[in-house]
Nanobody, 116 residues
Framework: QVQLVESGGGLVQAGGSLRLSCAAS????????MGWYRQAPGKQRELVAT???????NYADSVKGRFTISRDSAKKLVHLQMNSLKPEDTAVYYC??????????WGQGTQVTVSS
């Protein structure tokens, strides 16, 4: 059963924008933190941004001022607006949702490619 469905990845030129979205299934209850991570080829997966149920956000230094995370808790959606994209933002982006129970769910990943 697919728990998280991501969309919005693609190919964009440097300086462009993309918006990623992630929808959590109704079977995931009491969602606490929602976030985005990314993994570039040959590198470890890293945090991009997270947002708590209360709306507190956390960003990687490399994306501060360029990316904005938001959520619609009622619809179990989380978005990542990415502006001023750079070639170094190229990676597979993963959505992660953490429930109050402590269980974490990962999406299948969506490719973001930024050409120079």
């Amino acid at each position: 059963q697919v728990q998280l469905v991501e969309s919005g990845g693609g190919l964009v030129q440097a300086g462009g924008s993309l918006r990623l979205s992630c929808a959590a299934s109704r079977s995931i209850f009491s969602i606490n933190v929602m976030g985005w991570y990314r993994q570039a080829p040959g590198k470890q997966r890293e945090l991009v941004a997270t947002i708590t149920r209360g709306g507190s956000t956390n960003y990687a230094d490399s994306v501060k001022g360029r990316f904005t995370i938001s959520r619609d808790s009622a619809k179990k959606l989380v978005h990542l607006q990415m502006n001023s994209l750079k070639p170094e933002d190229t990676a597979v982006y993963y959505c992660k949702v953490s429930a109050e129970s402590g269980i974490g769910y990962w999406g299948q990943g969506t490719q973001v490619t930024v050409s120079s």
